[in-house]
């Protein structure tokens, strides 16, 4: 028979995400009402080795849905990735009487749970909190949308510069694997061109496009380069292309960490109440080792092995719908 569940964990791992507190409040939320008691880990899998558990109740969690961030901390672990730093924080579980545990993060938190919940047969249920929307099993992740939107507002910025300027700019936006934030970021503000990792893009090809808008007279450029892109660094394809094109003044610049902070917005901050009160539900239902993800506005579970290893195409409609729009 299974284990009724009684005690369960919380915690974020990996990088934050606009909306995980409101997944966390949500969790709690849900949880209380069923009388269940939550703990909460500080710092991901870090804060399960070293047992650094506190219970959360209702109040805990109010005037956090607002938040950026993550009240709980975050942290990538490498000492989780060994067996005795598995054991440790097993033996941190059991110490608390926990039954389950609840792991908002991406694809490496999801890793960290599957192989963890497989040596030591406690069950897991995931909520997808990455900016990148990299995962498999849910049509967009927490914090995606929010950080495309401060993505976008920085290139309207960028853009009365370039304009004012005449100057060709590349722009870097996160996403280390995946292209969604750029390519969201290229539609959303107009942009000339996008380099992302699952689309080809050689530098030559790249000259040709720039080249081709110089002579449609486009007094200025915008190119959203993915930090994941298949040429190489920002700094070095804007490097390239002066070479090429010597007559334009080209400059970069990288919004990096900018992107993964601030408020989340409504759409964040829906998504996360839904998957935080999902994970409870779907455990109480018996789901485990699965991640709670959102299809076509419906929850669906799928199994953090799936999640992880299989691959999230990007709608190629999309790319040729950007490249069509940029012209
Ligand atoms: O969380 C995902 C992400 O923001 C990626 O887009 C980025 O490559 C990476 O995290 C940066 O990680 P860190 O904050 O550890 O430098």
Known sequence: MEKQIKRIAVFTSGGDAPGMNAAIRA????????????????????????????????????????????????????????????????????????????????????????????????????????????????????GFDTAVNTAIEAVDRIRDTADSHNRLFFIEVMGRHAGYIALHTAIGSGAESVLIPEVDMDLDRLTELLLKNARRRKLFSLVIVAEGNKIGSTQE???????????????????????????????????????GYAAVEGLMKGEQNVMAGIINDHVVFTSLSDAISKEKPLENDLVKMAEILAM
Do not use: W
């Open 27 to 142: 969790v709690v939320r849900t949880a209380s009402y069923h009388d269940l008691h939550v703990y909460g880990v500080f710092r991901g899998y870090e804060g399960m080795i070293d047992g650094d558990f506190k219970r959360l109740e209702r109040k805990d969690v109010a005037n956090i849905i607002h938040r950026g961030g993550t009240i709980l901390k975050t942290a990538r672990s490498e000492r989780f990735m060994s067996a005795t730093g598995r054991k440790a924080a097993f033996e941190s579980l059991t110490a608390f009487d926990i039954d389950a545990c609840i792991a908002i993060g991406g694809n490496g938190t999801f890793t960290g749970a599957k192989v963890f919940s497989e040596e030591h047969n406690i069950p897991f249920i995931g909520i997808p909190g990455t900016i990148d929307n990299d995962l498999f099993g849910t049509d967009f992740t927490i």
């Open 237 to 275: 394809i804007a490097r390239i292309i002066k070479e090429r094109i010597e007559n334009f003044d080209i400059r970069y610049a990288i919004i990096g960490h900018l992107q993964r902070g601030g408020a989340p917005n409504s759409l964040d901050r829906v998504l996360a109440s839904r998957l």
